[in-house]
């Protein structure tokens, strides 16, 4: 039904920036909340970033805020997390994810999204 595709993942130095896209097909990308998840090899996936359907709210794990920022264009069905200052524990694969939920419920949650990008490496060098 819904379909994330995720770009700009790459390869960076320590104190770097990347910024990361997913657009969104098959359904209305304002109806939908989005999050940023990671995932390193060995390591459970963790909630990076997330924002309202509108983009009115924000929320951000501890390791990334005040680095990262995560924002949306609803008219161009696609979300953005822009990344300064890249530490090498930053280094993951990261996934888009979308949810057709209309609170904040399990917002930090991996249940708490029905839908997935098939993840992008970011890889922070020392």
């Known amino acids: 039904q819904v379909r994330l595709v995720e770009s700009g993942g790459g390869l960076v130095q320590a104190g770097g920036s990347l910024r990361l896209s997913c657009v969104a097909s098959g359904g209305t990308f304002s109806n939908y909340r989005m999050g940023w998840f990671r995932q390193a090899p060995g390591k459970e996936r963790e909630f990076v970033t997330a924002i309202s359907r509108s983009g009115g709210r924000t929320y951000y794990a501890d390791s990334v805020k005040g680095r990262f920022t995560i924002s949306r264009d609803n008219a161009k069905n696609t979300g953005y997390l822009q990344m300064h200052t890249l530490k090498p524990e930053d280094t993951a694969v990261y996934y888009c994810?979308?949810?057709?939920?209309?609170?904040?419920?399990?917002?930090?949650?991996?249940?708490?999204?029905?839908?997935w990008g098939q993840g992008i490496q970011v890889t922070v060098s020392s």
């Open positions: 994810a979308a949810d057709y939920t209309y609170s904040d419920y399990a917002l930090a949650q991996i249940a708490g999204y029905d839908y």
